[in-house]
């Protein structure tokens, strides 16, 4: 009777043994779709923004809002990761030329890539001189090799983490729909940045 109840337990144990491992493989095919999805999802957005299929008109928008509101999104995914997400003082009443969508779809990809390669921090700090804004993106997450920047931005290069960087050409396409460009720049003490440039709209 020993023998019989050992002889369970091993075939119990062997059962939820394989329970585990299929539950484990069903996880790593879930994460794979969902990654799969995300680029898909992509290539849309950038498809329909090279199109010209989400032109629409500019105009003014308040920097601070958009901001504010790009921030709360993000904030999900920094609190996951234990990014602090900074944003510098700044003059709330700045406008910038351009669309509060598109200006969204900038902040996004360029906190999600920061937020996704930093140590501890994400800064986001924002000037206005000489009738233009520049809204910069920096994170602790070490530095970006100089002769890639360039081609980082174009989605003809892997990014930080290996993967297409489709959304660095997510985000330079939707500034240039607003008249505007986007910059990066590998930081000296191991930080990189992004720097969105836009027209300042004066009252």
């Given amino acids: ?7 369970f337990w091993v075939i119990m144990g062997l059962l939820l043994l394989m329970l585990l491992l299929a539950a484990l493989w069903l996880l790593l095919l879930l994460a794979k779709s969902l990654r799969l999805t995300e680029a898909v999802d992509n290539m849309r957005t950038l498809s329909r923004l ?12 308040l920097a601070a809002k958009a901001l504010r509101d790009c921030l709360n999104r993000m904030n999900g995914l920094a609190h996951q990761r234990g990014i602090s997400l900074i944003l510098d003082p700044f003059e709330q009443s700045i406008m910038v030329y351009g669309k509060e969508e598109l200006l969204g779809k900038v902040l996004e990809n360029l906190l999600a890539d920061a937020i996704c390669h930093a140590r501890t921090t994400v800064t986001i700090s924002v000037k206005a001189e000489k009738k233009q804004v520049s809204i ?23 990014d930080r983490s290996g993967s297409l960087g489709i959304g660095f050409a997510i985000a330079r396409t939707a500034a240039e729909k607003m008249e505007g460009r986007l910059e990066a720049a ?13 027209k300042m709209v004066s009252y």
């Fill in 50 to 61: 090279e199109s010209g299929r989400q032109d629409a008109a500019l105009g003014p928008v």
């Fill in 186 to 198: 590998d930081q000296h003490k191991g930080k990189a940045a992004f720097t969105l440039l836009l």
């Fill in 136 to 158: 910069s993106v920096s994170d602790d997450g070490g530095r970006i090799d100089e002769k890639d920047l360039p081609y980082l931005l174009e989605g003809r290069s892997m």
């Fill in 1 to 7: 009777m020993e023998e019989i109840f050992t002889v």
